[in-house]
């Protein structure tokens, strides 16, 4: 499982705090929590529109002073401010995201066709919105597809996200997910399915529950990355142990290293 950690982003109080006060250490913290939670990248987003690209950057120079290796997903809707901070990073990261929305697509693929580390999130949705059946979301990820392929993209760089809405207002919303998500590892199975976790749950109490639920049924039928809390400790062993229930962690390799390093934040 490809853990993209959430945990920096201008929409969560307590970080807008920290960006308008330029206040390093936190970010740096955060940061480093995060990656000691075994993140895979280290998803990065302002929360604004007026100076998104020099609020990343001053991000991405902060963290890559204590960790030389990391890895980011530049998480903006602006195409221009992505690849304004994709020569900030030191190492290939993600770039989060493109969709049929008018150029996006265009405009980031054909910018990064030639950096072949760089994986890149695909939204299935277009200018009409996210899709309400399965049938229209495979439609969006055909064109994809073949967008990508016209830059030359292979799909094994591409991280399809085929969208969720709150389940408390859409009754069929995981089910169009997991429709979606089985049809693309069938049609293509060296592609990618990531989600956030946190949409299916928008409006409810008790989130973390849905979540989790979320997550692992969704790994049940092909997603292998999330862009999560990976402080979560519950969320956390429940990736650890849905891949050992799966057969992806042969023999619970992962899941006895997450258990040896205290991952799942319980008492032995």
């Known amino acids: 499982m490809i853990i993209i950690g959430e945990k920096l982003n201008g929409a969560i109080k307590s970080v807008a705090e920290a960006i308008q006060k330029r206040d390093g250490e936190f970010i740096r913290t955060l940061a480093t929590r995060q990656l000691d939670s075994r993140s895979d990248y280290l998803d990065v987003c302002s929360g604004v529109h007026e100076g998104d690209a020099d609020i990343l950057k001053w991000m991405i120079g902060l963290i890559q002073a204590d960790h030389s290796d990391v890895k980011f997903s530049l998480d903006s809707p602006d195409p221009d401010t992505i690849l304004e901070c994709i020569p900030a990073c030191k190492n290939p990261g993600m770039i989060n995201s493109v969709s049929l929305e008018g150029n996006k697509a265009d405009k980031i693929f054909s910018a990064v066709a030639d950096k072949k580390n760089w994986k890149i999130v695909a939204l299935l949705l277009d200018d009409t919105g996210i899709p309400d059946d399965v049938k229209k979301r495979m439609d ?118 997450a258990y040896r390093e205290d991952l799942f934040g319980i008492q032995k």
């Open 140 to 257: 969006n990820f055909h064109r994809l597809v073949k967008k990508a392929g016209e830059y030359g993209i292979a799909i094994d760089r591409l991280y399809f996200d085929p969208m969720v809405f709150t389940v408390g207002t859409s009754p069929d919303s995981f089910l169009n997910f997991i429709g979606a998500a089985r049809q693309i590892r069938e049609e293509y199975p060296d592609s990618h399915i990531v989600s956030g976790l946190s949409n299916i749950s928008f409006g409810l109490p008790y989130r973390k529950a849905l979540n989790h639920a979320f997550l692992i049924g969704a790994m049940m039928f092909g997603m292998d990355s999330a862009i999560m809390d990976p402080l979560n400790r519950d969320m956390l062993g429940g990736v650890y142990a849905a891949e050992a229930l799966l057969g992806i962690d042969e023999y619970c390799i992962e899941y006895l290293s």
